[in-house]
């Protein structure tokens, strides 16, 4: 069968997305091989890629997300292939494309934090309606959790038999620590002047991207209660783009509670200084109100990270109840005691990292490309079955 997938976010500059299709794709080949694939991207990933054989095509889209030319220029494109099945792996599909298809909604989280850049009427319009349609269209729909699962259920009325839950995996070059660089010398290498170096004392890690439901700012309040109440001496660590947009609240809040000579906004980091972040981090912080999967408490449970996390939407699921400790997002004070706990309770912080190790094993993106490619064959079996002879 002749299956496309639309890798225009295969990139890690696109966060969990990007890590997904490049998962996805590069498993899949590892493991099929009998189906034709047809992968549509845009620059310069197209340019990069190299098919790993004559089963693998690539075709340059060069489509940008959410743009017009998604819901024409490229229905064109896909249509031209006559594709057996397609598989769009964000919301964003054409809605005229009728073929089979299977769609991956990864989190609904404009439906509920629609944040500060979708504020015109006509974007949220235009949000509802791609992806109600995407949804309607598929024959079948990936959800990345249980939580996303409900909310598809819940909020556009997908029949639960359409929707089939594949959670990510982490990869493993997430791990613990195994030959511990002197901190004088990892911190030349990551941070040079005139950079701060966290490694000189204990320090909290962030670590993604800085929009309105990612709760940065309680998580700076929860860091000043540390500061002042518990007489924490560490560091906030804070990963990730320094958005325009947000950062004024978020820096703000920082300057406003006199923390900016222990807060560290480090921007966008490569994954070695990513992991090494999170393999000598205190405690990862993950404050999220809304998450569709949540990657990153998992990739810091793989690196022997003890996590303090959010107990709402997926975080708890995903997680594990046993293996983190939850704290309520939107109370700071809360937020602060359970970190808090971490750092002081020796007993607490060596049950949470081992059992951590263990929750991962849970978790692999081999898993989840085996059962994507089983749904897959669910849909052409049944679509070809309800074919007229």
Same mark, same amino acid.
């Given at each position: 069968?002749?299956?496309?997938?639309?890798?225009?976010?295969?990139?890690?500059?696109?966060?969990?997305?990007?890590?997904?299709?490049?998962?996805?794709?590069?498993?899949?080949?590892? *493991?099929?091989?009998?189906?034709?694939?047809?992968?549509?991207?845009?620059?310069?990933?197209?340019?990069?890629?190299?098919?790993?054989?004559?089963?693998?095509?690539?075709?340059?889209?060069? *489509?940008?997300?959410?743009?017009?030319?998604?819901?024409?220029?490229?229905?064109?494109?896909?249509?031209?292939?006559?594709?057996?099945?397609?598989?769009?792996?964000?919301?964003?599909?054409?809605?005229?494309?009728?073929?089979?298809?299977?769609?991956? *909604?990864?989190?609904?989280?404009?439906?509920?934090?629609?944040?500060?850049?979708?504020?015109?009427?006509?974007?949220?319009?235009?949000?509802?309606?791609? *992806?109600?349609?995407?949804?309607?269209?598929?024959?079948?729909?990936?959800?990345?959790?249980?939580?996303?699962?409900?909310?598809?259920?819940?909020?556009?009325?997908?029949?639960?038999?359409?929707?089939?839950?594949?959670?990510?995996?982490?990869?493993?070059?997430?791990?613990?620590?195994?030959?511990?660089?002197? &901190?004088?010398?990892?911190?030349?290498?990551?941070? &040079?002047?005139?950079?701060? &170096?966290?490694?000189?004392?204990?320090?909290?890690?962030?670590?993604?991207?800085?929009?309105?439901?990612?709760?940065?700012?309680?998580?700076?309040?929860?860091?000043?209660?540390?500061?002042?109440?518990?007489?924490?001496?560490?560091?906030? +660590?804070?990963?990730?783009?320094?958005?325009?947009?947000?950062?004024?609240?978020?820096?703000?809040?920082?300057?406003?509670?006199?923390?900016?000579?222990?807060?560290?906004?480090?921007?966008?980091?490569?994954?070695?200084?990513?992991?090494?972040?999170?393999?000598?981090?205190? +405690?990862?912080?993950?404050?999220?109100?809304?998450?569709?999967?949540?990657?990153?408490?998992?990739?810091?449970?793989?690196?022997?990270? &003890?996590?303090?996390?959010?107990?709402?939407?997926?975080?708890?699921?995903?997680?594990?109840?046993?293996?983190?400790?939850?704290?309520?997002?939107?109370?700071?004070?809360?937020?602060?005691?359970?970190?808090?706990?971490?750092?002081?309770?020796?007993?607490?912080?060596?049950?949470?990292?081992?059992?951590?190790?263990?929750?991962?094993?849970?978790?692999?993106?081999?898993?989840?490309?085996?059962?994507?490619?089983?749904?897959?064959?669910?849909?052409?079996?049944?679509?070809?079955?309800?074919?007229?002879?």
């Amino acid at each position: 069968m002749k299956i496309g997938i639309d890798c225009r976010m295969y990139s890690t500059r696109f966060t969990g997305i990007g890590r997904y299709v490049f998962e996805l794709t590069r498993n899949l080949f590892l *493991i099929d091989h009998k189906n034709e694939y047809v992968l549509f991207f845009n620059g310069p990933e197209y340019e990069k890629f190299t098919p790993p054989n004559n089963r693998v095509t690539k075709i340059k889209a060069g *489509i940008r997300h959410y743009s017009v030319g998604e819901q024409t220029k490229f229905l064109k494109i896909l249509n031209a292939q006559n594709l057996d099945l397609m598989h769009f792996t964000h919301f964003n599909a054409p809605i005229f494309y009728k073929k089979p298809s299977v769609v991956t *909604i990864h989190d609904l989280t404009l439906s509920f934090f629609p944040g500060k850049k979708m504020t015109s009427m006509l974007h949220r319009a235009a949000y509802h309606v791609t *992806i109600k349609n995407a949804v309607k269209n598929a024959k079948k729909i990936i959800a990345v959790s249980n939580n996303t699962k409900r909310d598809l259920e819940k909020l556009l009325k997908t029949p639960a038999e359409k929707i089939e839950v594949i959670y990510e995996g982490v990869d493993p070059a997430f791990k613990p620590c195994d030959r511990p660089e002197k &901190p004088e010398k990892s911190s030349a290498k990551l941070f &040079p002047p005139p950079q701060k &170096p966290p490694f000189d004392r204990p320090y909290l890690l962030y670590t993604g991207v800085w929009r309105s439901h990612k709760n940065l700012v309680n998580l700076i309040k929860a860091f000043h209660i540390l500061k002042t109440e518990y007489n924490y001496e560490g560091r906030l +660590v804070i990963t990730g783009r320094h958005d325009p947009v947000y950062a004024h609240e978020i820096v703000g809040e920082t300057l406003s509670l006199q923390l900016e000579e222990d807060t560290l906004f480090t921007g966008m980091v490569d994954e070695p200084t990513l992991i090494q972040l999170y393999q000598k981090a205190q +405690v990862y912080v993950f404050p999220s109100l809304y998450e569709g999967f949540g990657l990153s408490p998992l990739e810091a449970m793989q690196c022997g990270t &003890p996590v303090a996390a959010s107990n709402s939407s997926c975080v708890p699921e995903i997680c594990g109840k046993e293996n983190a400790l939850f704290f309520d997002p939107k109370n700071p004070r809360d937020m602060a005691e359970k970190i808090f706990q971490i750092t002081s309770e020796k007993s607490l912080r060596e049950k949470l990292i081992s059992n951590g190790l263990m929750r991962v094993k849970t978790f692999s993106w081999e898993k989840m490309a085996k059962e994507t490619l089983n749904l897959y064959s669910d849909v052409l079996t049944n679509t070809h079955v309800a074919k007229p002879h």
